[in-house]
Each structure stands twice: as C-alpha cells, then as structure tokens.
C-alpha cells in the first residue's frame, strides 16, 4: 500500500525556521519528481516546490530564496526545509509526486502555523 507519511509541523514564530518531512512508501517515490503542497484555509492546495529524481529543482515565487527541497532517494524520504518563516505560509503542509498522473492519496499533511 502506498503511503505518504509527513511530519515536523508546528507553530513558530515569524522569522522562525521548520523542517518537514515526507517519508514515501510504495512505488510512489523511486524515479518520480516530487512536491511539496500546501492548503491554507479556505483556499485550494497549491504547489510549493517540487524536485525531479536526480534533483533538479523549482519553486513558487512567493517561498524563492527561503525554501529548500531534497530528497534522500536511499530513505525514499522529501524534505522540505523552510527559513524567514511568514504569516502567510501558514498551512497545512502535504507531499506527493509531481506529475498528477503519479500522485498517490494525499497523506494527512503537516500543520505549518507562524505567528507572534
């Protein structure tokens, strides 16, 4: 069965710094992409970084230059390591592969709040 575990959440404050990660069991994750998404409240899940298997990667403007994604392909886990942590990131925190066509069910994700 095929499972997306994501852990290290929490509140911090604005400024702060969080690491999450995704630990992936099955077929999700060998030779995939994957990303890192996120859900704020009221909104819809959008994307936040993605990294190619030989670990290319790309981010949404808003977390460039504060966001970090790797991957440790022998513990088939996805980090995500997060700096100058804002308001606005708050959300729940979700991994799965990139392409849409590969995605597994969505794992319980990891709540991210930031505030003073």
């Known amino acids: 069965q095929v499972q997306l575990v994501e852990s290290g959440g929490g509140l911090v404050q604005p400024g702060g710094s969080l690491r999450l990660s995704c630990a992936a069991s099955?077929?999700?994750?060998?030779?995939?992409?994957m990303a890192w998404y996120r859900q704020a409240p009221g909104k819809q899940r959008e994307l936040v970084a993605f990294i190619t298997s030989d670990g290319g990667t790309n981010y949404m403007g808003s977390v460039k230059g504060r966001f970090t994604i790797s991957r440790d392909n022998a513990k088939n886990t996805v980090y995500l390591q997060m700096n100058n942590l804002k308001p606005e990131d708050t959300a729940v925190y979700y991994c799965?592969?990139?392409?849409?066509?590969?995605?597994?069910?969505w794992g319980q994700g990891t709540q991210v709040t930031v505030s003073s």
């Open positions: 799965n592969a990139f392409a849409v066509i590969q995605r597994a069910s």
């Open positions: 099955g077929s999700i994750f060998s030779g995939k992409s």
